[in-house]
């Protein structure tokens, strides 16, 4: 499975994309950031996003985009900012017909480190040596894309036979 994940922000975007099945070795493929300036009017950051997540789609062809969901903030500005860049994220990928899955970050941390509390030295570090990498990506936002995607890899076996279990005993009510 080849998942681009996506650390929404309109000033930086964190992308990357990996590629595995759970309960093999991953592969990155790309880490990045799609970086728009804050003086600029938002329609053109939006814009600047939607450009970068365009050529990251046309570059890596994933089969699935992971997204983090936006969760409450005390500063509205910046989770107005976050929820937006999410949304052109999502519209990307829904034109194009990829499913988009949204994690908590409490959900990434848990999956990449272990503990959902864990901070982002530690999600980095985790990331590194997931990857074989010779570094943690930087900033931290690019990290933080590829735990989405190394995150969605390992728990979607089990989100999927949830799924199937769930649709089947719905099949079976109606039938009854």
Request: hydrophobic content about 45%; proline content about 5%.
């Amino acid at each position: 499975m080849r998942v681009l994940g996506v650390d929404p922000g309109l000033t930086r975007c964190g992308v990357g994309v990996v590629e595995g099945v759970a309960g093999r070795q991953l592969t990155m493929l790309g880490v990045g950031v799609v970086r728009t300036p804050a003086d600029a009017e938002l329609g053109h950051r939006l814009v600047a996003v939607e450009q970068g997540i365009e050529q990251w789609l046309d570059e890596y062809r994933p089969e699935r985009v992971a997204v983090e969901r936006v969760f409450s903030q005390h500063n509205v500005r910046t989770v107005m900012g976050t929820a937006q860049a999410s949304a052109v994220a999502m519209l990307c990928a829904s034109r194009r017909g990829i499913p988009v899955v949204l994690h908590t970050p409490s959900e990434v941390k848990a999956a990449v480190t272990g503990s959902g509390r864990a901070d982002k030295s530690q999600v980095g570090a985790m990331v590194t040596r997931l990857l074989r990498l010779d570094a943690p990506p930087k900033p931290a936002d690019a990290a933080d894309a590829l735990a989405l995607a190394i995150c969605h890899i390992w728990r979607a076996p089990a989100q999927n036979r949830l799924q199937q279990a769930v649709a089947l005993h719905a099949s079976k009510g109606r039938t009854a």
